[in-house]
């Protein structure tokens, strides 16, 4: 069976954090089809791996600082083992490398993988996202359903 995992990470209650939240929850509402799984995590971890492990691929939704202006949205695929795109600075605790070294070490088969990251402009203790990084959903929402269209229909 063809599936895929889209998961959102962050905390809505710390502002723009909560973008890959947000994401996930409109996606849910919206509906991708049953072989979409759709999970929410305040951090990224192996748990997340596990659960992708026998997917078609796994999209992460995060805010992702860059540099780029807040709102400003990007698309990640992790390479190889020294691929600079593994270490994007996630804004939590485990950086993808890590959770990715981990998972390997202990012989996972990894889909592909993808992060969607949104550049956030304020992750300070509230609710709701900033303007900017608000504006930016509807991208998100367009990118994420273009990745796990080929899930999505079947």
């Known amino acids: 069976m063809k599936n895929c995992v889209v998961v959102g990470v962050g905390n809505p209650l710390m502002r723009d954090d909560g973008i890959g939240i947000m994401v996930a929850r409109s996606l849910r509402k ?10 929410e995590r305040q951090a990224l971890d192996i748990s997340v791996l ?10 992460i939704v995060d805010a992702v600082k860059s540099g780029r ?34 998972a390997k070490k202990g012989g996972m088969r990894l889909p592909p993988i993808v992060v969607i990251g949104v ?32 899930c999505a229909g079947s």
């Open 30 to 39: 919206s509906g991708l089809g049953g072989n979409v799984l759709v999970l």
């Open 69 to 102: 202006p807040p709102g400003s949205v990007a698309k990640f695929r992790p390479g190889g083992p020294g691929s600079p795109l593994l270490r994007v600075p996630l804004s939590h605790e485990q950086s993808l490398e890590d959770v990715i070294g981990l």
């Open 119 to 150: 550049e956030p402009d304020n992750c300070t203790m509230g609710e709701g996202l900033s303007e900017k990084v608000a504006g930016a959903l509807p991208r998100v929402l367009k990118e994420v359903r273009a990745e796990v269209k080929e």
């Open 50 to 59: 596990v659960q992708a492990e026998r997917a078609l691929k796994l999209v």
